[in-house]
């Protein structure tokens, strides 16, 4: 039953992250697409607000339910290969994400504040708002081959 509760966390992290990253990317080009800065601001906003909610929450549920279940179920996060690939993967989606598209958000953010004032969305919001989409991309790729993982244990 224990086990079976850690799994459940585990699997509601794994929607709430892998859906708010597939999500946001859609109705984040549609806001763009508006070319309307106080659409544009509002949809800069709410991937902020979006990934206190949603990532931040799948990431933690993703973990404790995961390396709970594991612990539970007798399992060596350190020597079965299918638990070390699934740490590996989900590590490097972190690293993009840390490192690429947080960046990223933080300066379209910034820019975005200023929308209002002047009425105006600089050309490089939208060169980095492309940028957010392709490394977005990459960055699911691991999580997807994260899963094929652990629905396989193994590749
Ligand atoms: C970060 C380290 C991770 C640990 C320690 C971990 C641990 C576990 C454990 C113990 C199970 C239960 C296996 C079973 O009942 O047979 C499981 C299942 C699962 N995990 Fe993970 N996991 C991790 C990362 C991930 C990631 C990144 C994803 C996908 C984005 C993922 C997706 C899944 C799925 C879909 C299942 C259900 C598989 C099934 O029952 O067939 N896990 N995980």
Same mark, same amino acid.
Request: proline share 0%; hydrophobic share 55%; aromatic share 16%.
């Given at each position: 039953m224990a086990y079976d509760?850690?799994?459940l966390l585990h #699997? #509601? +992290?794994v929607v709430l992250l892998l859906g708010n990253v597939t999500v946001t990317s859609i109705w984040k080009l549609y806001?763009?697409?508006t070319r309307d800065p106080a659409v544009i601001g509002f949809a800069q906003r709410l991937v902020?607000?979006?990934d206190w909610f949603f990532t931040l929450w799948g990431i933690l549920l993703l973990v404790v339910g995961g390396y709970g279940a594991a612990w539970l179920g007798g399992m060596d996060p350190l020597r079965d290969a299918w638990l070390v690939w699934a740490e590996? #993967?989900?590590v #490097?989606?972190?690293?993009i994400w840390l490192g690429v598209l947080v960046p990223i958000?933080? $300066?379209q953010a910034r820019m975005a504040r200023g929308f209002a004032a002047v009425g105006v969305v600089p050309r490089d =919001? =939208? $060169?980095? +708002? $492309?940028?957010?989409i392709a490394w977005g991309v990459v960055a699911t790729v691991p999580l997807l081959a994260a899963m094929w993982v652990m629905l396989r244990k193994g590749w």
């Open positions: 509760i850690f799994k #699997l #509601l +992290g806001a763009d697409g902020t607000i979006t590996a #993967l989900f #490097l989606a972190g690293i958000q933080i $300066r =919001y =939208y $060169r980095l +708002g $492309r940028l957010w």
